[in-house]
């Protein structure tokens, strides 16, 4: 669907169903320059087991219009705004690497509407090389090769694919080209306040890690579950890119949680 | 242009899309020979049917031997993903209704394989789609044949026949500026010598029953997304951006992004049509692309020595390869096949369509065959066997001339290939005194 957020068009993936505010919304958000497709074998299940589900492209990204966001700090409003518009009741916030540290942001403005959160291949901060930010400003595709090297699993990497006959790398480097990569990355690299944040909040919580993470490895992800007092789940055979590498366990680690905390 | 792997296309080739199976190590690809999978609970199928999860339903539509199959061509090719067919024909045909309907409009090359021709011209012509056949290099042609309801330009990257290129980044160009995709029939060119993805090409389609196999043995084909055809900019394509009411009103470009064309040829063709392509024809051509790398290099070897070899010959009057200078497309050839045109050449003897008839027959090792890219030398004659029925002026005006003889050159000792031609020469300069 598409929704008008600070004056610009909004796609926002729904799962395949009609949104409908009143059901528990499960709201996943993307990392850094990826958009709502990585959530496509998460989200449609939730669509279609008694939950809405609210997936947007952030501005700039992919089907949204408008300027992207310069920090997380503006992301998470823009996403409590983006909530609002929606008139989204209950809300489980699901975040991908980037995407946890705006649900950070957001998670502490949605005061009793908020249900969960789940951090999915995620850190309390996310440290980005200097280098990798300067080729991501002349060239969004080279960037997103350097993080595709190191962001999926050794069994993506030698061709294997969750949904057959596909390639998540070729799928993972066509979104990250398009999108402003650069300007996330920044955004990570700037962003000091997650380990506050985390402290700050009382709300279920739940980290999923992966084995083979080199981009926000297993031991910053059990950080921020301390931090978080969350429930901790790790996905061997995979790597940072878990929702389009591991889309069935990732899935499966989602739901439990999400279910148990939606009574 | 989806770059699917950080691997050399040589290991690709080996290992991309299966590591050993956790239950008992097989190293080799395991051969899934099962119409049906077992669902693990009610949910769980229901799941599956309603793509909310990957995985595999009925063999019609996806079977973990031809899963690996794809997603090695996939990586291969640079693509975002791969489905295999039954046949390289059915994979055009898939291809060409999953972008057209009824009232939608194909510009096509001329220069094209004549079934495909045939395709294009009367069975989809039954179905209300209608192609503009053009020069495909012929920039104005191009242009001028592009209608409002055009949905793609289709060419081979090396024509058959007359093997001239396509020259491909200037053809997307002309597609892009259109809005509308470019889809290549890659057969004789393969991922080893050409990357189309990297020239523009939006598609590619192989018969892998060729040069990709190798050996002979298995009819296949497979289309491959470029996953860079930006389907939501133009809204040209309504299959891939309008609700599909199938599936729940999905929307493939939506919901998939990179992958929307192969998802929505999953969804909606493997499933209504059902030109699948079965287990153990993609373990036998997983067994002939573990070595593509290594044969393309030993064909274009032969191939090239082959053709220097014939324009020494005073009983052979033409040779035509792309990698010869007086080839129409000789320059494109080399731009995009750095490493060698293909191994198709084509070359005329002394004897016109009797001279071709008498070099066959002569031969003791290459075959007489309608077929291409097997690893042994196939040659035919055209004026003898496929365009038989022609006169000579109807076959001089598709561009085949009686004394034309289509060399498919193999792997074998290069030494060999050439004592069995002198054979067959003889034959052929034996009618001339």
Redesign the interface.
């Known amino acids: 669907m598409i929704i008008n957020v600070g004056g610009n068009e909004t796609?926002v993936?729904t799962g395949?169903?009609a949104f409908d505010p009143k059901k528990p919304t499960v709201v996943f958000v993307h990392g850094s320059g990826l958009?709502h497709?990585c959530w496509?074998?998460q989200s449609?299940?939730f669509a279609?087991h008694g939950y809405s589900v609210f997936a947007p492209d952030f501005p700039g990204h992919?089907?949204s219009k408008g300027e992207p966001l310069l920090s997380i700090e503006e992301m998470g409003e823009w996403l409590v705004e983006a909530l609002v518009v929606a008139g989204v009741e209950s809300i489980h916030l699901v975040g991908h690497s980037m995407g946890f540290l705006i649900v950070l942001e957001s998670a502490s403005l949605l005061g009793d509407r908020l249900k969960s959160i789940t951090a999915v291949a995620s850190a309390a901060a996310i440290p980005v090389n200097e280098e990798l930010i300067s080729t991501a400003e002349t060239s969004a595709t080279n960037a997103a090769?350097l993080m595709?090297?190191w962001g999926f699993g050794s069994?993506t990497?030698?061709?294997?694919?969750?949904?057959?006959?596909?390639?998540p790398?070729?799928?993972g480097?066509?979104?990250m080209s398009d999108n402003p990569l650069a300007i996330d990355l920044k955004a990570c690299r700037d962003y000091s306040a997650g380990k506050s944040r985390a402290e700050s909040l009382s709300y279920p919580a739940n980290v999923i890690l992966a084995d083979e993470d080199k981009m926000t490895p297993c031991n910053f992800g059990l950080e921020l579950a301390s931090s978080l007092n969350a429930n901790v789940s790790t996905i061997k055979n995979s790597g940072h890119m878990l929702p389009m590498e591991s889309?069935?366990r990732t899935?499966d680690a989602i739901k439990s949680f999400v279910i148990k905390n939606s009574n | 242009m989806g770059k699917s792997s950080f691997l050399g296309p040589e290991t690709i080739a080996l290992y991309s899309g299966y590591q050993p199976d956790p239950l008992y190590g097989s190293r080799a690809t395991p051969i899934y020979q099962t119409t049906s999978y077992a669902f693990e609970t009610v949910d769980e199928g229901a799941s599956l049917f309603n793509i909310e999860k990957g995985g595999h339903i009925y063999s019609r539509i996806t079977n973990p031997t031809v899963a690996i199959l794809e997603q090695r061509i996939a990586a291969l090719e640079g693509g975002s993903g791969t489905v295999c067919t039954a046949s390289g024909m059915s994979a055009l045909f898939v291809t060409f209704i999953t972008l057209c309907s009824a009232g939608d409009h194909i510009v096509s090359a001329t220069q094209i394989y004549g079934s495909t021709a045939t395709l294009l011209r009367h069975t989809l012509k039954r179905l209300g789609i209608d192609c503009t056949f053009v020069p495909i290099n012929d920039e104005v042609a191009l242009k001028g044949a592009i209608q409002k309801n055009t949905k793609l330009v289709f060419c081979e990257s090396i024509g058959n026949p007359g093997l001239e290129v396509s020259d491909l980044p200037a053809i997307a160009d002309i597609a892009h500026e259109n809005g509308i995709p470019v889809v290549v029939d890659a057969t004789f060119a393969t991922p080893s010598l050409c990357k189309s993805f990297e020239h523009g090409v939006d598609i590619v389609v192989h018969s892998v029953t060729k040069w990709m196999g190798g050996h002979g043995v298995a009819i296949g084909g497979a289309i491959v997304d470029g996953g860079s055809f930006d389907w939501g900019k133009h809204g040209k394509h309504p299959t891939i951006t309008e609700p599909y009411d199938p599936f729940h009103g999905i929307s493939f470009w939506e919901e998939y992004g990179p992958s929307a064309f192969v998802m929505r040829i999953r969804a909606e063709s493997m499933r209504d049509l059902g030109p699948s392509m079965s287990p153990h024809t993609a373990f036998l051509l997983l067994q002939g692309i573990e070595t593509l790398e290594l044969r393309m290099q030993k064909h274009v070897e032969n191939a090239k020595k082959l053709t220097q070899w014939l324009l020494k010959q005073e009983l052979v009057t033409w040779v035509n390869h792309p990698d010869l200078p007086d080839n129409p497309t000789h320059s494109i050839a080399e731009r995009l096949f750095p490493y060698g045109a293909g191994s198709m050449l084509c070359f005329g003897v002394v004897g016109d369509r009797d001279g071709g008839s008498a070099f066959l027959d002569a031969l003791e090792l290459c075959s007489n065959l309608a077929n291409v890219g097997d690893s042994r030398t196939l040659v035919l004659h055209p004026a003898s066997t496929t365009h038989s029925r022609m006169d000579n002026d109807a076959m001089i005006a598709a561009g085949i001339s009686p004394d034309l003889i289509r060399v498919s050159v193999g792997i074998e000792s290069i030494e060999d290939i050439i004592q069995d031609f002198k054979v067959g020469l003889r034959a052929a300069g034996r009618l001339t005194k």
């Open positions: 796609f993936a395949g169903q958009d497709r496509a074998l449609r299940w279609f992919s089907l090769d595709l090297r069994h990497q030698l061709g294997s694919s969750a949904v057959p006959g596909m390639q790398i070729a799928i480097r066509q979104i889309p069935k899935l």
